[in-house]
């Protein structure tokens, strides 16, 4: 297939600028889940804990509640956190909640969970609508205090300032980006992500990948102070690539040892931080053109948010690599899969392919046809797509309905082929 649409255009980070947000502590490794009640008791004495009904039926979630009781710290618990995070759940929170004085906001669980506790300590907090805060910046001031608990390896939720929310009126994701939405405190236990299920460890690790690769291989901005003050992505920058370098080398090598041995807690400890490293990049580089165009194939075929960018990677790769030759050499690199005395370019076509092993070594699907997604549904993906501007604006090279089109063509098909100028 030969490809007739916009070159590519180079951006390079000209200013050098670097840009981290984070939560103020940030606590790591095997059993620090048991710091939990110090960490809330040092806030108040009563919590409220956003998760899901899986994660409230397990013995660890009892633990976790028994532990806060004996250090005198009383929970309500919400359980009722579905997938995607739909507004009916912020709505849900408000309503039940909203009388309600707590200290802190616990989000335990998988990236929807820790969403909606931030997104829950802004409107219990200002009030409104959840949809009053859509946007950037928007976000009035700062909230009831969040302690993010990851129990899956893949969304970097516990340290990202953005919450997404699928309005089911609207029929599409929406992020409500702000600052003030970082958490207090984010408590990173590997021993949490032992029994998370292999479908769901395989789209989470595809997720945390695609993290890693946008954020390092993203549109770089050269922002001034005005455009810092009122942009949650400063682009590609040089302290997330710190973070996207370490989370590449870490994935690389933990994500096929979780999938050959799920009880590995050095490969869940490994991907967690890989994970972490991810949700680190992506906190001020910004997703891109994957996430983009996942939102609508995925409102269309009700899968996972992982194995929709997992089936969309090798083509969005493929059409940004032209725009970013030497970041996909580095990555080829990295990932031990390029021979430094080949040609650049063909170091970068070895990132991609080694990315593309790691995916089906998960069982990550690798094409859209294996999603459900019908041809006639191509251009009311590509037209939505282009609606993610917050996204659209981080993708290497410029994306459009046509090269979209294009890009859902050869996914559907399964073309591998190098996209050739």
């Known amino acids: 297939m030969t490809n007739t649409l916009t070159p590519p255009v180079r951006t390079v980070n000209e200013i050098g600028i670097g840009l981290l947000r984070q939560p103020a ?7 620090q889940r048991r710091q939990l009640p110090r960490v809330l008791g040092a806030l108040g004495d009563r919590v409220l804990i956003v998760t899901d009904t899986r994660m409230a039926a397990s013995a660890e979630f009892g633990r976790i509640t028994e532990d ?5 710290v009383s929970a309500l618990v919400y359980d009722g956190t579905e997938p995607d995070l739909p507004r009916r759940n912020v709505v849900d929170i408000a309503e039940r909640f909203g009388a309600c004085e707590v200290a802190a906001i616990v989000g335990i669980g998988g990236g929807s969970c820790m969403d909606l506790a931030k997104v829950a300590s802004v409107v219990l907090t200002h009030g409104g609508d959840v949809r009053d805060y859509y946007g950037q910046f928007l976000v009035p001031g700062p909230g009831i205090p969040v302690v993010t608990v990851p129990t899956t390896g893949g969304t970097g939720a516990e340290v990202t300032c953005i919450s997404v929310v699928f309005d089911e009126d609207q029929g599409m994701k929406v992020g409500v980006a702000s600052p003030y939405l970082e958490a207090h405190a984010a408590i990173i236990d590997p021993e949490l992500t032992l029994s998370c299920p292999p479908g769901l460890t395989a789209a989470s690790g595809a997720d945390a990948l695609s993290h890693l690769i946008e954020s390092f291989t993203g549109r770089a901005k050269n922002p001034d102070a005005d455009q810092l003050s009122t942009t949650l992505y400063a682009g590609k920058n040089v302290l997330a690539d ?7 080398a870490l994935l690389n090598r933990s994500l096929p040892a979780v999938a050959a041995d799920p009880t590995d807690l050095s490969a869940r400890s490994d991907t967690l931080f890989g994970a972490y490293c991810a949700g680190m990049a992506i906190n001020t580089a910004g ?8 939102s609508p194939i995925g409102a269309l075929t009700h899968t996972p948010h992982g194995f929709g960018i997992s089936a969309l990677l090798p083509y969005v790769m493929r059409y940004n690599l032209p725009a970013r030759i030497p970041e996909f050499a580095e990555i080829g690199r990295i990932l031990g899969a390029a021979v430094e005395s080949d040609p650049e370019e063909r170091q970068a076509q070895s990132a991609i392919e080694r990315i593309e092993a790691i995916l089906a070594t998960l069982g990550a699907p690798l094409d859209l046809r294996t999603l459900g997604l019908a041809p006639g549904d191509f251009h009311h993906v590509a037209e939505q797509a282009m609606l993610a501007t917050r996204l659209t604006a981080n993708n290497p090279r410029e994306l459009t309905v046509d090269a979209v089109l294009a890009i859902l063509r050869r996914g559907y098909d399964g073309d591998r082929g190098w996209w050739r100028l």
């Open 25 to 31: 502590m940030v606590l790591f490794g095997a059993g």
């Open 68 to 72: 806060l009781t004996q250090q005198g």
């Open 242 to 248: 710190v973070y996207a370098r370490t989370g590449l």
């Open 287 to 294: 997703t891109a053109g994957a996430h983009a165009i996942q």
